[in-house]
T-cell receptor
């Protein structure tokens, strides 16, 4: 089984709808991240969490919210989806607080907002 | 603000060729630099991580170098194979302990 899972894998929604993307991990890591990837722009950080009680905004948090329900679960919500939120969304986890730190990525959720 | 640039954006080579992917970054105050591989539907996989104090790292046919003072890194792939076809992403970790990614190089190795 995969260590970092994302649901759904693909989603089509309409402008104005609220949607939630979910991420679960079995690696036992404290740190979790949400990124979006757009063609030609690489990955950009939306939100991150260093433990259950910690939520931090990333580079592009406007229009998004997150919930860290447990150490293993980190959800990303689009309160009112808009077409420019069409992108590939990745969840990632990591363990070490400083220095060498490899992030482990989920398979991604492809979102289309019509 | 850290910016990471990868050149070329896309590369197509015949099987067996040695190739070099380039990554540059604007702020040399980094903790480390990583190279990732991205396959469709499978997310990102870390290939090599170079600490700021290191000059290079090797794993099999892959060798990554880091010149922190000039803000450059290269990923060298020896004897390329069709299975190497993927998108290769460079990412640096700096202030705030967060990763900043380049846009990636799409590699196609033709058999």
């Amino acid at each position: 089984d995969a260590d970092v899972t994302q649901t759904p894998r693909n989603r089509i929604t309409k402008t104005g709808k609220r949607i939630m993307l979910e991420c679960s991990q079995t690696k036992g890591h404290d740190r979790m991240y949400w990124y979006r990837q757009d063609p030609g722009l690489g990955l950009r950080l939306i939100y991150y969490s260093f433990d259950v009680k910690d939520i931090n905004k990333g580079e592009i948090s406007d229009g998004y919210s997150v919930s860290r329900q447990a150490q293993a679960k980190f959800s990303l919500s689009l309160e009112s989806a808009i077409p420019n939120q069409t992108a590939l969304y990745f969840c990632a986890t990591s363990d070490e607080p400083t220095g060498e730190e490899t992030q482990y990525f989920g398979p991604g959720t492809r979102l289309l907002v019509l | 603000k850290q910016e990471v640039t990868q050149i070329p954006a896309a590369l197509s080579v015949p099987e067996g060729e040695n190739l070099v992917l380039n990554c540059s970054f604007t702020d040399s105050a980094i903790y480390n630099l990583q190279w990732f591989r991205q396959d469709p539907g499978k997310g990102l996989t870390s290939l090599l991580l170079i600490q700021s104090s290191q000059r290079e790292q090797t794993s099999g046919r892959l060798n990554a170098s880091l010149d922190k003072s000039s803000g450059r890194s290269t990923l060298y792939i020896a004897a390329s194979q069709p299975g190497d076809s993927a998108t290769y992403l460079c990412a640096v970790r700096g202030h705030g302990n967060k990763l900043v990614f380049g846009a990636g190089t799409i590699l196609r190795v033709k058999s």
